[in-house]
């Protein structure tokens, strides 16, 4: 073969090559477009996305250590008597020390009872979430496999494998000792899936998990979809007034998006979603429901990320919550304004906090904020917290 044939075929091969690593992946949270500006900004060897990627590896490469996980490793067994189902126990309840056996447990707003720690299925969920997305990401921005195929061994355990994998509910769910089994509020437990499913959708072009292993991570999860809208605690659970509703909301329309139902997501959106807005919200953007909590600003933070997420999930199917209005004037905009003076220390935080006020998660809805809302001034901000630095926002937008 003739040389310059041989280089013309190098070259066509080379740019198919680029343009095939270059195809957007299907996440829903993650814009696609910025995943792939981040991925050209590396190409031209930029120093900041460079350094970014560094801390990026260094979190993966931990990961690659970690797991598996199973929710059967645990030793107490569920009321049902099978441990595949998940158990945890509710994080703000105490024995009560006025009872011989401590039982009915009593509520402590904000301080975690240590007995929570002693089932590690919520410890696994949230581990193996994060662990997903973040080798999900590595093998994204570098293309090797093992970051790929580590994943992959550590979702066919929690989904797939009949002797370790989760059954597709949360029926025994921060249980309250003396009380109940299992609440509805408990499946704040799992608010981290959009990361989980969009670690999966990062995975799907290195082709780690076969077609039949992709469809039955996706088959677990329209059952879980199914038993949070149909059993009496997912109906619980879509009845919350603060928090945990918007967060049940994220899970189900990224759950929606994820098993291939849009028209189902945009329901949710704009007959739950848009509903919220106005039922947890003031016209000046304050979250009363939050801010009554023992730690009033995280919790204010903590749902004003939820709507934030489902903000960026309704992307998806063309629903815009970031300027959307209630009848009354209600708006996430507002929300993140009501809050930003408190960040840039303009006003001083009144309501009860019950340990240290930290502003790291207020910056990073601010990183968000900056593209959705270009009009709002916040110079102040930057200024307030001109020494925070985050690498990660270069790549994903969300540090977790």
């Not at 994080?91 to 402590?108: A, Q």
């Amino acid at each position: 073969m003739p040389a310059f044939c041989a280089g013309m075929i190098m070259t066509l091969l080379s740019c198919l090559y680029t343009r095939a690593a270059q195809t957007p992946p299907q996440t829903f949270l993650l814009k696609p477009e910025q995943l792939i500006a981040g991925k050209r900004q590396l190409e031209k060897k930029d120093p900041a996305t460079q350094q970014a990627l560094t801390t990026l590896l260094k979190i993966a490469d931990q990961s690659l250590q970690n797991g598996p996980y199973s929710v059967v490793y645990k030793s107490k067994v569920p009321p049902s008597g099978n441990k595949h189902d998940y158990m945890s126990v509710g994080p703000y309840w105490w024995p009560d020390s006025t009872k011989v056996n401590g039982l009915p447990y009593i509520r402590k707003d904000g301080q975690v009872n240590p007995e929570r720690y002693a089932i590690k299925d919520d410890e696994y969920q949230n581990a193996i979430s994060r662990d997903v997305y973040y080798l999900g990401l590595a093998w994204f921005y570098t293309g090797k496999k093992q970051y790929a195929a580590h994943a992959a061994g550590l979702l066919r355990t929690w989904f797939l494998d009949t002797a370790t994998r989760m059954n597709p509910h949360l029926n025994y769910s921060q249980a309250i000792p003396g009380i109940t089994d299992g609440r509805g509020i408990g499946l704040i437990d799992t608010h981290n899936v959009p990361m989980l499913i969009d670690g999966i959708q990062l995975l799907k072009d290195a082709h780690v998990l076969s077609d039949q292993e992709y469809k039955g991570i996706q088959d677990w999860y329209t059952q879980f979809l199914q038993w949070m809208r149909t059993s009496p605690i997912g109906l619980d659970e879509a009845d919350e007034l603060n928090n945990h509703g918007t967060w049940y909301d994220v899970q189900q329309v990224v759950i929606a998006l994820f098993t291939e139902q849009p028209e189902l997501a945009r329901q949710m959106l704009e007959r739950q979603t848009k509903k919220r807005i106005d039922e947890q919200l003031d016209v000046d953007g304050r979250q009363p429901k939050e801010l009554a909590r023992t730690l009033s600003w995280n919790y204010s933070l903590f749902n004003l990320r939820a709507f934030f997420e489902l903000a960026l999930l309704a992307e998806n199917v063309q629903v815009d919550l970031w300027h959307y209005e209630t009848p009354g004037g209600k708006s996430l905009q507002k929300a993140y304004g009501w809050l930003l003076p408190y960040a840039t220390g303009t006003r001083t935080w009144t309501h009860k906090q019950i340990k240290p006020k930290h502003d790291e998660a207020f910056l990073e809805l601010s990183a968000v904020a900056a593209r959705k809302y270009p009009a709002i001034d916040l110079s102040a901000l930057k200024a307030q917290h001109k020494d925070y630095h985050n690498d990660l926002l270069l790549l994903t937008h969300w540090a977790y």
